[in-house]
């Protein structure tokens, strides 16, 4: 295939750059499976550990099998006390996606498996990343509000661990059955921008710590992962439900991006967002912050007629997050937190089956011309 084979694609829309076997994603019909599980199953029925075992592996675990992968993610918790200093070192104020960033590069300084790519290295750096990156999340906003790091909780699973780590609180029911199932649904999207960032990082035989500190830096951008923490801020901007309308007015006329809305691929709905939005209304009106939600569903209702854009899946994660008293900076990093199952199967599958990602530029700049010395310009 040749340059002269092929038309620019602006933002490589609808270009199909890989064979998967993780994620059946059907944009036209709004729906949404991991290797063959419905989405909309997986998050009713399977924990974030049977997902993230199903993405890694390639089927649902046993009994025996959950237990072992369970017991390999409790015994990964632990993060370097270097790694622990170093957030003591960083200023209180840094965007807690770039401590995520500078965190997995920092692990990947010690992980005993970093520059081994082949499939068995990179299973068990899944794994460890997995926990790893939970607990980095939350020993940093432990340190940075002023306070010690709370230790994982051997008996506690990956979700209700991961809470308890952010607040040194021991979760109720409710709030983990929650916060497991959008880790699930935020686990896998196919080729979206983080993910295939990641890929592209490991089609040159670079490690799998490289390829998700990349990963996290893409997904931190406000058209990416970073539309959660958006979306919560316009939603207090808004403030009240009877000042849905007038807010919405001046969005439309300002032509004001509304982060929550819309998708490259989705264009009926995001099926995430349909189940979020159930688990919205319950969590919120069982913490006593209804309003969040009722502003939400007005605004997606004023903004669906008036664009005809669809609310994709932060939409309704931003106020389940905020009941679930996860601090709005850390909105994106918990996003993360469920990712790293996709991005660690991904890169296995670029790793097993890889060659080299580099697309072509189409050139409009400058015919050829001479050069023109320093002395004479
Ligand atoms: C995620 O790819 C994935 O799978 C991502 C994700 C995953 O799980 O990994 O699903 C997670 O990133 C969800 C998306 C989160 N981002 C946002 O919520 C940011 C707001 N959304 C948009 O910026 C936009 O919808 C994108 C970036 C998501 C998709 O953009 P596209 O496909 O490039 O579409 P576009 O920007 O060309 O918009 C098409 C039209 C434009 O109108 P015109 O200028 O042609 O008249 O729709 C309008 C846009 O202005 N539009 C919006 C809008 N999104 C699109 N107008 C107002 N507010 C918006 N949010």
Known sequence: MTKEDSALIRGLEGVVA????????????GRLAYVGYDIDELARKATFEEV??????????KAAQLDAFTVALTAAREIPRELTQAFRLMPKATDPMRVLQAAVATLGMSDPDTTDNSHAANVRKA?????????????????????????????????????????????????????????TLYAEHELNASTFTTRTIVST???????????VGALKGPLHGGAGEAVMRTLMEIGEVASVDAFTEKALAAKRRLM???HRVYKAGDPRAAILRGMAEQACRESGQFQWYQIAVKLHERIGG?????????????PLFYSLAIPVDLFTPVIAAGRIA???????????????????????????????DITKR
């Open 127 to 183: 794994i460890r990343l997995t926990s790893q990156i939970a607990t980095a999340i939350c020993a940093h906003h432990r340190v940075r509000s002023g306070q010690e790091p709370v230790a994982p909780a051997a008996g506690l699973g990956h979700a209700a661990n991961f809470l308890y780590m952010l607040t040194g609180q021991r979760p109720g029911g409710a709030a983990v059955k929650a916060f497991d199932a959008s880790l």
């Open 205 to 215: 035989q670079s490690d799998m710590h490289s390829a998700v500190a990349g990963g």
């Open 18 to 29: 890989a064979e998967t076997r993780l994620c059946d994603l059907d944009g036209k019909n």
């Open 260 to 262: 929550g809305f819309g």
């Open 52 to 61: 993230t075992y199903l993405l890694l592996y390639g089927e649902l675990p």
């Open 306 to 318: 008036a664009k005809g854009l669809i609310p994709n899946v932060d939409f309704y994660s931003a």
């Open 342 to 372: 996709g991005w660690s199967a991904n890169i296995i599958e670029q790793h097993d089956d890889n060659r080299l990602i580099r697309p072509r530029a189409e050139y409009v700049g400058p015919g050829r011309r001479a050069f023109v």
